[in-house]
């Protein structure tokens, strides 16, 4: 079953206006990694925020991470035509094996030019 | 290699037939991780190895799915007897070593399509 849930389940904006998606969990985590899936192609890392951590950037990616409400966001700031994907937030359960990273069902974000 | 590599990467089988998939991690990369992928949902977990040894299997759905990884790098995932409901994408994935904390980087994937 997946854990983590993300919202909105798409987002429409403009070239150059910031997106905003979150991600809400169940259980305690270890951590929790945002990927990026283009159309038909391979699941890329973007960030990794460990459980003691609340926010950390990565180039025009910020991610937090509030543990007490089970949610972590991903804002990504100036968007470009090039970041429509579909973004999952994967969770690594803190009573899991490690391979086992849960993974919601994903944002669709369409970013036109 | 200088990512994951997965082949085939598109594969129609007919019903019944089993089908191999092979995986290929990132070199010197100790974990080795399976899931599938159906269509508009996220990954879910299948299977997990640290060198050869299966380290958590829970996540295969029946006993017509298994998984080897016998010299600890290359693996196989195996599909006997496939049916329709098997058709997804089947992705696999490495990390550099046993920690929790590391990022597992995944392969492009294969589609399996059963007729």
């Known amino acids: 079953s997946q854990q983590g849930e993300e919202d909105p389940q798409a987002l429409s904006i403009q070239e150059g206006e910031n997106a905003t998606m979150n991600c809400s969990y169940k259980?305690?985590?270890?951590?929790l990694q945002w990927y990026r899936q283009n159309s038909g192609r391979g699941l890329v890392h973007l960030i990794l925020?460990?459980?003691?951590?609340r926010e950390k950037h990565s180039g025009r990616l910020r991610v937090t991470l509030d543990t007490s409400k089970k949610s972590s966001s991903l804002l990504i700031t100036a968007s470009r035509a090039a970041d429509t994907a579909s973004y999952f937030c994967?969770?690594?359960?803190?009573?899991?094996?490690?391979?086992?990273?849960?993974f919601g069902k994903g944002t669709k974000l369409s970013v036109k030019p | 290699g200088a990512g994951v590599s997965q082949s085939p990467r598109y594969k129609v089988t007919k019903r019944g037939q089993d089908v191999a998939l092979r995986c290929d991690p990132i070199?010197?990369?100790?974990?080795l991780y399976w899931y599938r992928q159906a269509l508009g949902q996220g990954p879910e977990f299948l299977t997990y190895?640290?060198?050869?040894?299966?380290?958590?299997k829970s996540g295969l759905p029946n006993d017509r799915f298994s998984a080897e990884r016998p010299e600890g790098s290359i693996s196989t995932l195996t599909i006997q007897r496939t049916e329709q409901r098997d058709s997804a994408m089947y992705r696999c994935?490495?990390?550099?070593?046993?920690?929790?904390?590391?990022?597992?980087?995944f392969g492009e994937g294969s589609w399996l399509t059963v007729v």
């Open positions: 070199s010197g990369h100790v974990s």
């Open positions: 925020i460990r459980s003691n951590e």
């Open positions: 994967a969770t690594k359960w803190d009573g899991g094996s490690q391979g086992n990273l849960i």
């Open positions: 190895f640290n060198y050869e040894a299966q380290q958590d």
């Open positions: 994935a490495s990390s550099s070593s046993g920690n929790a904390g590391n990022t597992i980087y």
């Open positions: 259980t305690s985590i270890n951590n």
